[in-house]
């Protein structure tokens, strides 16, 4: 899947043996991202960033690298397409990244995004989905959390 996704972005511009030598080169850099992953504490469940993020990073520096009018052609010309391939990843970066961050600031305006402490001291199954596999139910949901936040918005 990996391979499919960092060829993604050089699939009409480059040769069958640059494809699978592109496939193969970020295959090994996307699973080295997932085994970097495992060991933090970031909360990638499916491992999107990893696999898809850097699968289409490295894809559109390598399509920068390997079309034909590009850095492989050594030419002052494929220098600057392939600078204009890391030019599109810092604008992706930062739209992205601005885009989230609004989405994010607008959805915690309507219902907050953090859970609270006690939801997250019993655990996310059991605070959000009810789900307390076959255990005493020891508490309301998180569904009186938001009431509450709402009573307060409105209340000021």
């Not at 060829?7 to 494809?19: D, E, F, K, L, M």
């Not at 930062?94 to 915690?108: C, E, H, P, Q, R």
Request: glycine share 10%; aromatic share 14%; proline share 2%.
């Amino acid at each position: 899947m990996v391979g499919l996704v960092a060829i993604t972005p050089s699939a009409g511009y480059v040769t069958v043996g640059q494809s699978i030598f592109i496939a193969f080169v970020i295959t090994l850099i996307c699973n080295v991202a997932v085994y970097w992953r495992s060991h933090t504490r970031i909360d990638d469940a499916l491992d999107v960033f990893p696999t898809h993020g850097t699968g289409g990073i490295f894809g559109t520096v390598l399509t920068g690298i390997f079309i034909q009018e590009g850095l492989i052609a050594g030419t002052w010309d494929g220098f600057v397409i392939f600078l204009y391939h890391i030019l599109a990843i810092v604008i992706v970066f930062v739209y992205t990244f601005a885009m989230s961050w609004l989405g994010y600031k607008f959805i915690d305006s309507l219902i907050p995004m953090r859970v609270s402490a006690y939801s997250e001291k019993v655990g996310l199954d059991f605070s959000q989905h009810d789900e307390h596999y076959g255990l005493a139910h020891i508490g309301e949901r998180e569904l009186a959390e938001y009431e509450e936040h709402i009573k307060e918005k409105a209340a000021k």
